[in-house]
């Protein structure tokens, strides 16, 4: 079903996404000025489009909202309604299925919640709890009058996006993707950048893979990259010393990882080219969007991300490596 659209600034954006794809690069004079403007299809834009799609994905982790519906849906605790909910998509898979999509988590702990989470509530329930409790927790941060048009300009113009990225070899996007489309505009924009994260990330996950790199590795790697404190991963991923010692050891023999803990220089290339391929590979979701189009969705996302964080809901800091300052 169509989104409904009736601001102008929506309706301007779903009327110019039938004028097709336009180049990769375009200049923007700005009327009456001498400053250019110029969009670049580059690693920084992709940054820029996942730094202020995050923030509304991630309520699904840590609002109130959404604990509270896994939670009268049967779930038990954060830890099983959080991989219900986002395997859900897939049916009810076992927690082989789920260790290597998610790819960073250890198969034991993935095991103390699936597939034990199907016998208190089916898939069905986790993906009706999410999209609710998601929902209500984005319309508490967009209460403001002054965000409406915001959020139905991004959703028209992140769902174009969505609907348009490539399926394969992204296992849960696909899922995501095939699952029916909200009518109410913030429950259409968290799905659609729900979409266009797991898109980002399936092809993060490939870039490891190809790199030989694990998903436990990865983790100790940002560790030694600066970008997340060793605690956070413990906490979150659930390591010991004895498992970090190992993982350690393992990137150490391979020299990413010196005696010290930091990346080598060897580490720091390996690390650059994964998320180089990641960007590239994340802005194919959006070559539907033309240029003009991608500053719209932008603009639109910017005030709704910076909402979010400030409802404080969002960790400052998350293993995905993202910092949410408020």
């Known amino acids: 079903m169509p989104l409904p659209v009736h601001s102008g600034s ?5 009327g110019r996404l039938g004028s097709g794809r336009l180049s990769g690069l375009r200049l923007w004079l700005q009327e009456g000025g001498s400053q250019t403007a110029v969009v670049v299809r580059d690693a920084e834009l992709a940054r820029r489009l996942w730094s202020r799609l995050e923030p509304i994905h991630v309520v699904t982790y ?3 909202e959404v604990r509270a519906a896994l939670s009268g849906a049967g779930y038990k605790g954060f830890w099983m309604g959080y991989f219900a909910g986002r395997a859900a ?8 299925v789920v260790f290597a999509t998610f790819y960073n988590f250890s198969i034991a702990h993935v095991s103390r919640a699936i597939p034990d989470a199907w016998t208190f509530a089916p898939p069905s329930a986790a993906l009706e709890a999410r999209e609710r409790g998601s929902a209500a927790a984005l319309r508490r941060a967009f209460a403001r ?8 300009t991004a959703a028209v113009l992140a769902r174009a996006a969505a609907e348009s990225a490539p399926m394969e070899g992204r296992a849960l ?4 993707r095939a699952l029916p489309w909200p009518a109410e505009p913030a429950a259409a924009l968290w799905q ?8 980002r990330g399936d092809g993060h996950v490939a870039a490891l893979a190809a790199a030989g ?12 990259a600066g970008t997340v404190p060793r605690d956070v991963f413990e906490a979150a991923r659930y390591y010991d010393d004895a498992e970090w010692d190992r993982v350690s050891a393992r990137l150490i023999d391979r020299e990413l990882v010196g005696p010290d803990g930091k990346l080598t220089a060897g580490g720091k290339d390996v690390r650059k080219d994964v998320e180089d391929r990641t960007d590239r590979m994340a802005l194919t979701a959006y070559d539907r969007l033309d240029d003009e189009q991608l500053l719209q969705l932008l603009d639109a996302l910017a005030p709704l991300a910076r909402a979010v964080i400030a409802t404080g809901d969002i960790p400052q800091v998350t293993p995905i490596g993202q910092r949410f300052e408020r």
């Not at 929506?10 to 779903?14: G, L, N, T, V």
């Not at 659609?192 to 898109?199: G, I, K, P, S």
């Open 10 to 14: 929506a309706a301007r954006a779903r």
């Open 62 to 64: 840590f609002s109130p």
């Open 89 to 96: 998509p897939m049916g009810p898979v076992g927690p082989e």
């Open 145 to 152: 009058r002054d965000l409406a048009e915001a959020v139905e």
């Open 173 to 176: 996007f696909a899922a995501n």
């Open 192 to 199: 659609a950048c729900t979409l266009l994260r797991e898109h």
């Open 213 to 224: 790199i694990g998903g436990r590795e990865a983790n100790v790697l940002q560790t030694a």
